[in-house]
Each structure stands twice: as structure tokens, then as C-alpha cells.
């Protein structure tokens, strides 16, 4: 992890998230584990909603919780 990426891991909070699109981008991880880009609708506590994305490796077994429509925690 970069030195940017600890300091949001230190100093942020955890938001849910509607998943509002779903790439995969044809990398496999450690077997049939899929790396995508999730477009994502994230709403702040106490926050105006605002969008993001994030790229992130998710089992098979998986799958179906990060498809469009989704909520998920980040």
C-alpha cells in the first residue's frame, strides 16, 4: 500500500455504496478470482452523495454481491 492510501486508510471512514457498474478487466488473481472496476454511488454519512471507482479483486463466489444495483460497504 502507498503512503497516500495508508493515510485514507487511517483517516477515513466507511460509507455504503450503490455499485452502479462492473468492468472486468480480464485479470485473473490467485485462480478464477477476477480483478474489476466498480463504479460506484458512495453515500457519506451525514454527506452529500458523490461518485466514485474503485478497482478490486473479488472470489467467483462473489460475484453476484458487486453487481449493478448493489450495496456494499467501502
Known amino acids: ?6 493515510e485514507i486508510l487511517l483517516s477515513g471512514i466507511s460509507a455504503e455504496a450503490k455499485v452502479v457498474g462492473y468492468y472486468d478487466l480480464n485479470i485473473k488473481v490467485n485462480g478464477d478470482n477476477q480483478m ?9 454519512s451525514l454527506q452529500t452523495p458523490y461518485y466514485g471507482e474503485a478497482k478490486a479483486v ?4 462473489a460475484a453476484a454481491k ?7 460497504t467501502v
Do not use: C, R, S, W
Not at 36 to 43: C, G, K, R, S, W
Not at 58 to 61: H, Y
Not at 66 to 72: A, D, S, T, V
Open 36 to 44: 474489476v472496476m466498480l463504479f460506484l454511488e458512495i453515500y457519506p
Open 66 to 72: 458487486f453487481q449493478p444495483g448493489n450495496m456494499i
Open 58 to 61: 473479488i472470489a467467483m463466489q
Open 1 to 6: 500500500i502507498d503512503k497516500e492510501n495508508k
